[in-house]
């Protein structure tokens, strides 16, 4: 009765308002070919061994925009919330140990989380953003900041 919730950032592109993938498809085939101004040019699924998805069979895109500057889209099923939370939570400390932040903001509490950042020293991740859609994870990231804004935005999960 007396719960006091934090306050907590708003989730940024209304990330927490989508669609989960569609269940009657892989899903490798559900990911964008063309969004605007970006297209498909590598998707693979694949197990992986590094942090922080130690494990886990995520499907891994790559998107260029016209001038040829990538952004990466991961996402897989964590089969529960709580395991997606704790993905984004292992993913928070790696970015704290090795990312050298220089923004950050987060919302790790129940159901509906998200961190944010600007790393620009941790290479192919330097701009991200990772949320959880119901038990889904999902990270949006890239080396330069514009490229990943506008792949969050228009990704559709």
């Known amino acids: 009765t007396n719960l006091v919730v934090p306050d907590f950032p708003d989730a940024p592109y209304t990330i927490h308002q989508r669609p989960t993938p569609p269940t009657d498809k892989f899903l490798i085939d559900t990911f964008p070919r063309t969004l605007e101004g970006l297209k498909l040019v590598d998707i693979r699924e694949e197990q992986v061994f590094e942090k922080p998805y130690v494990g886990a069979t995520v499907v891994k895109a790559t998107y260029v925009d016209d001038q040829g500057n990538p952004a990466t889209a991961v996402m897989f099923e964590a089969e529960s919330y709580i395991n997606a939370r704790r993905i984004l939570e292992n993913y928070k400390a790696l970015l704290e140990q090795e990312g050298k932040l220089t923004e950050y903001k987060e ?51």
Do not use: C, M, T
């Not at 989380?113 to 192919?124: E, R, T």
């Not at 953003?129 to 080396?143: E, H, Q």
């Open 107 to 157: 919302k790790l509490y129940i159901s509906e989380n998200f961190i944010q950042w600007a790393a620009p020293g941790f290479a192919d991740q330097a701009y991200g953003l990772a949320w959880n859609n119901d038990r889904y994870f999902v990270a949006i990231n890239s080396p330069i900041r514009e490229v990943q804004e506008n792949l969050a935005e228009q990704f559709p999960y």
